[in-house]
């Protein structure tokens, strides 16, 4: 193997392409869903595990503030976000690919559907004060653009590579 091969190996640049095959809807009821994740070797590899997680991704911006040098306030805007996995498949299995193999790992993952209702709308429904709180937890969340996405998000673990290949697609769940 050549020193520059031997880099490339350490580092896990361009030893092997990783590529999901997911639908891109699902029914949020379902309580499963399945795929593929396609492995393509580009040299010799040995895989210590592959994994394939399912998560919600609830995104929103907030309003921050900072001083500059001369003590004058500045607002500027960040993006948040929480991550929840909501499934996962793992295959611990060890297994080596030679150059220019393909292998297709066919996955399913169990998920509970977790409701991208915020905790202002369970608020809203218990009534009450809680409904007041709800309310204007929720007229906040509605000022500060929140959204939620969903994303299958694919991993390969590759023996004495720094950077191990992955892949991930956006889903939508109805």
């Known amino acids: 193997m050549s020193f520059l091969n031997k880099i490339k190996q350490g580092l896990g640049i361009g030893t092997l392409e990783a590529k999901l095959n997911v639908p891109g809807q699902i029914d949020g009821n379902a309580g499963k869903f399945e795929g593929d994740f396609i492995l393509t070797a580009k040299s010799n590899q040995q895989i210590k595990e592959v994994g394939v997680k399912f998560e919600m991704v609830r995104r929103w911006e907030e309003t921050k503030h900072r001083r500059d040098s001369k003590g004058n306030q500045h607002n500027y805007t960040s993006t948040q976000s929480q991550t929840t996995e909501l499934g ?49 937890s929720k007229l906040a969340s509605t000022m500060r653009n929140e959204r939620v996405e969903y994303k299958v998000e694919g991993k390969v673990d590759l023996k004495d590579a720094a950077i191990d290949p992955s892949d991930s697609r956006k889903i939508i769940v109805q």
């Open 88 to 136: 996962n498949y793992i295959d611990h299995t060890p297994f080596e690919m030679k150059a220019n193999d393909t292998k297709t790992i066919h996955f399913t993952i169990p998920f509970q559907r977790m409701n991208p209702q915020s905790s202002a709308d369970a608020a809203i429904e218990q009534g009450g004060v809680s409904a007041v709180l709800g309310t204007i």
